[in-house]
């Protein structure tokens, strides 16, 4: 207990934060309420790695971004982790937004990411890549374990108390994990536990994200990207990695945590907007439909330290669509602000290689199910 770190929620940010630490000799307990990880956010977006060449450069999301882009081929070609590496391509619609798109590529330019501007406002953004979110947090939280640390789940957290210096995190049945810090990646639940320790300094509120997926037709050789708007980045058309084409999302906020449905308006207002950048799309019927709750701040974003109440917290909240691009730089990140809190970490050793996780069935489908029953 003197020197353990818990990790609470095994999503891809928990999970890549639990890998770094164990890398680096920590005993770490990692802590999922659900059966597995990956079974929330993590596994209900679009699978898209970016590349932040539309983040706002300085701002401490695109430094993680950008970051965890140095870091994330060697943990891919490691851990056996299907990457598809198509590049994304965003389309002008005319002179107004021709402004909007050049702007983009400088903005790329900015943060150093390759990007080229075409003729009639192309931009070509050929780092983009898709994998599979699912296997990629399973991989990330089992590489953990075989480091060292220590994988729990169905361990929901319902309170965080001193004991004496230490903390104690109770679970449920009256499982308790005593340790030196906690690291609070609960997603939509970050809030809550943060408040477990008199923390109130923010809130995260449910973004949904709607997706259809299509079998039919032959998916775009790209990622076709819409020209975004101050509020989102719009409706993407992209290939999977199991040869799907998926559309969305929606950005829709709402207050309910629980609700995962797919709202029926959501066909018309996402397919209108796929048809569009991608023709074949007209008149296709989805063959799935999901939804995923993204954790949003309210008046914040990318909420990364010390918690105000009890620095032996360390809150990692208001994470919400780079989640998975970031997860990496987000993990080197918080292992400096554990061995900042006292707990002493050694050379990162090197990754264990494995293969990646047998998919139980489509990752869009294995977590919208789990979610919406």
Request: hydrophobic residues 45%; glycine residues 12%.
């Amino acid at each position: 207990m003197a020197d353990r770190v818990a990790v609470i929620g095994a999503g891809v940010v928990g999970s890549a934060v639990a890998l770094a630490l164990a890398r680096r000799g920590a005993d770490v307990a990692l802590l999922e309420a659900e059966d597995e990880p990956g079974l929330a956010a993590s596994g209900t977006n679009s699978g898209i790695l970016h590349t932040g060449f539309d983040s706002v450069p300085g701002e401490l999301e695109t430094e993680l971004i950008l970051r965890a882009g140095e870091l994330r081929d060697h943990v891919l070609e490691t851990l056996g982790l299907p990457v598809l590496r198509c590049g994304a391509e965003m389309r002008a619609g005319g002179s107004a937004q021709r402004g909007a798109v050049e702007d983009l590529a400088d903005n790329a330019a900015r943060n150093g990411v390759r990007a080229m501007l075409g003729e009639g406002g192309v931009l070509e953004v050929p780092g983009e890549a898709v994998t599979d979110p699912v296997r990629f947090t399973l991989a990330l939280a089992r590489a953990a374990a075989r480091h060292g640390a220590e994988v729990r789940a169905s361990f929901e957290v319902g309170a965080i108390r001193d004991d004496g210096g230490a903390l104690v995190v109770s679970g449920p049945g009256g499982a308790e994990v005593g340790c030196a810090v906690a690291v609070n990646c609960a997603g939509l639940g970050a809030a809550r536990v943060a408040r477990m320790v008199g923390d109130e300094s923010f809130e995260i509120y449910p973004r949904k994200g709607e997706f259809l997926v299509f079998d039919s037709p032959a998916p775009p050789d790209r990622i076709l990207l819409p020209v975004p708007t101050k509020r989102t980045k719009g409706v993407l058309v992209f290939p999977t990695i199991d040869g799907m084409v998926a559309a969305g999302p929606t950005a829709v906020d709402q207050d309910d945590a629980g609700d995962w449905t797919v709202r029926p308006e959501a066909h018309d207002e996402i397919l209108s907007k796929a048809a569009a950048m991608y023709p074949p799309l007209r008149g296709a019927d989805p063959a799935f439909a999901y939804a995923g709750l993204r954790p949003a701040g309210r008046g914040s974003n990318y909420v990364i330290g010390p918690s105000r109440a009890d620095r032996r917290v360390i809150n990692v909240a208001a994470i919400r669509s780079t989640g998975l691009t970031a997860s990496l730089g987000i993990a080197e990140r918080v292992a400096g602000l554990v061995s900042d809190a006292g707990i002493e970490l050694g050379i990162e050793k090197d990754l264990m290689p494995a293969p990646a996780p047998e998919a139980s069935g489509p990752w869009w489908r294995r977590t919208a199910e789990h979610e919406t029953r």
